[in-house]
C-alpha cells in the first residue's frame, strides 16, 4: 500500500483510499502500476533492498508518499517476475543479509515507457481539473 499524506488527507495506493477531513472515507481507484513505476525510478541509480526502496519513494516525496512493506514485496517480486528487475543477496547498512534489488534493461525501457504515460497522464488530468 502506497500512502500519500498532505494537509490530513490520505491517499493508499493498491485500493486508493482516500481519507478526507470528515469520518467517511471516500474509494478511488488509481492508475494500477503507479508504485510499479516509482520503484522502477527508484532503482535506476543504485540497487537497493526493499526497505531502502520505501525509504527513498518517502525521501524524494518530501514524505508524502509512504510505501506499504505489504504492498512493496508483492510488487517487487512482480516486477521480477516481469524480467523488469534482478536480485541478488547481499548485506545491509545494519549488517543483515538482505535482497537487493536492481533494473534490468527491460526494466530500463519499461521506466521509459511508463513515465512518457504517466506525463500524458498527469497533463490530461491537469486539463480537465483546469477547464472543466
Do not use: C
Request: aromatic share 8%; proline share 4%.
Amino acid at each position: 500500500m502506497l500512502t500519500f499524506d498532505i494537509n490530513g488527507r490520505k491517499l493508499l495506493l493498491s485500493n486508493v483510499n482516500i481519507k478526507p477531513p470528515s469520518p467517511m472515507a471516500a474509494r478511488l481507484d488509481l492508475l494500477q502500476g503507479t508504485l510499479d513505476l516509482l520503484i522502477l525510478r527508484t532503482l535506476t541509480d543504485d540497487p537497493r533492498h526493499g526497505w531502502a526502496i520505501s525509504e527513498r519513494i518517502q525521501e524524494l516525496s518530501q514524505d508524502v508518499l509512504r510505501v506499504n512493506q505489504g504492498s512493496l514485496y508483492p510488487a517487487l517480486h512482480r516486477l521480477e517476475h516481469q524480467g523488469w528487475i534482478a536480485s541478488d543477496w547481499g548485506v545491509s547498512d545494519l549488517g543483515r543479509r538482505a535482497r537487493f534489488y536492481r533494473l534490468t534493461a527491460a526494466g530500463r525501457k519499461q521506466l521509459e515507457r511508463e513515465t512518457e504515460d504517466w506525463a500524458r497522464f498527469s497533463v490530461a488530468v491537469g486539463r480537465v481539473l483546469r477547464f472543466a
